[in-house]
């Protein structure tokens, strides 16, 4: 049944993406997968778990369909750095205000073996791209 399998072909198909993007210059990986490039590097203060962050992304799937975006909204999202996907939580980290990141999140550090909604499949790997505007203290 190829239902049952798709889940297995899509992780398979992410996991190869991952496996070359990693070999790409100026893509660095984190000890739990996290890929991300700098597209521009910010000066301001970087967010710890407990801060507020005022960003704007855009989420896309690997065939660069986008799923969300503040910037289409043209309204920046404020919330918790620890109230987010981990990938999230942990790039979020890694940037200062004023910096824009290209996130590669492994499913395991997205929504896994779930998905979310009827955009984002099961073992999906995301790609967003963040623009920290602002860290709060809570």
Do not use: C
């Amino acid at each position: 049944n190829f239902t049952d399998l798709a889940p297995i072909i899509i992780e398979e198909k992410e996991e190869e993406f991952l496996t070359e993007n990693a070999k790409r210059e100026g893509v660095k990986q984190t000890t739990s997968g996290l890929q991300y490039e700098i597209v521009k590097l910010g000066e301001g203060e970087k967010p710890i778990a407990s801060n507020k962050v005022k960003v704007h992304y855009e989420g896309r799937l690997l065939d660069n369909t986008v799923f969300d975006s503040s910037i289409a909204r043209q309204q920046p999202a404020e919330f918790m750095v620890s109230q987010v996907i981990s990938g999230w939580t942990e790039g979020l980290q890694l940037m200062k205000e004023g910096s824009i990141y290209r996130l590669y999140i492994p499913a395991n550090l997205a929504y896994g073996q779930i998905g979310s909604g009827d955009a984002i499949e099961p073992n999906s790997t995301l790609i967003f791209d963040v623009e920290l505007l602002e860290v709060s203290p809570k």
